[in-house]
T-cell receptor, first 112, second 113 residues
């Protein structure tokens, strides 16, 4: 019940295309869902996050879509650029514990 | 502003040698602190977390240990390293006065020979 399942494992997208990464969770106590971007040799950096009281959050080219009933959330990267090539992790936590459960990561490559 | 520092950035150690990795946080008080390990091309495995000085919770049984001697200092240690301890070690914190985001340091790449 503590798992966060992330897919796909890897993704190749043409420049200007839309990248979509999906995550699913089981624990309904989770109330915070962030996405992280990690470049090689660096720590993950917070990209965007959402709480279950909204269904969508947009920041620039990055959008989180959240489906509470299906217990799923996804990251959409619009107009994908080669500089977006990185590994993306979804995560879930609850404000009671501050422990994060991470997905297994998606390696995104955007072709120029 | 808040920052998190990890050192060293890279470390090469022989099997059986001791280990000490340090993490410090600036700009916040009483943060939650975390140690993760990331194998090459893999996800993040939570090793330890701490909610206060001297309070350590272990997530995975292993030959590693953690200590929090000061509010904003978190140390990962081992008395005798194994080959399987190789990996990318990440420290993270949560400012409990914020909206929960967990912030990571830039990690230590540990290679065991």
């Amino acid at each position: 019940q503590q798992q966060v399942k992330q897919s796909p494992q890897s993704l190749i997208v043409q420049k200007g295309g839309i990248s979509i990464i999906n995550c699913a969770y089981e624990n309904t106590a989770f109330d915070y869902f962030p996405w992280y971007q990690q470049f090689p040799g660096k720590g993950p950096a917070l990209l965007i996050a959402i709480r279950p009281d909204v269904s969508e959050k947009k920041e620039g080219r990055f959008t989180i879509s959240f489906n509470k009933s299906a217990k799923q959330f996804s990251l959409h990267i619009m107009d994908s650029q080669p500089g977006d090539s990185a590994t993306y992790f979804c995560a879930a936590s609850n404000s009671g514990t501050y422990k994060y459960i991470f997905g297994t990561g998606t390696r995104l490559k955007v072709l120029a | 502003s808040q920052t998190i520092h990890q050192w060293p950035a890279t470390l090469v150690q022989p099997v059986g040698s001791p280990l000490s990795l340090e993490c410090t946080v600036e700009g916040t008080s009483n943060p939650n602190l975390y140690w993760y390990r990331q194998a090459a091309g893999r996800g993040l495995q939570l090793l330890f977390y701490s909610v206060g000085i001297g309070q350590i919770s272990s997530e995975v049984p292993q030959n590693l240990s953690a200590s929090r001697p000061q509010d904003r200092q978190f140390i990962l240690s081992s008395k005798k390293l194994l080959l399987s301890d190789s990996g990318f070690y990440l420290c993270a914190y949560v400012d409990r006065g914020s909206n929960q985001p967990q912030h990571f340091g830039d990690g230590t790449r540990l290679s065991i020979l």
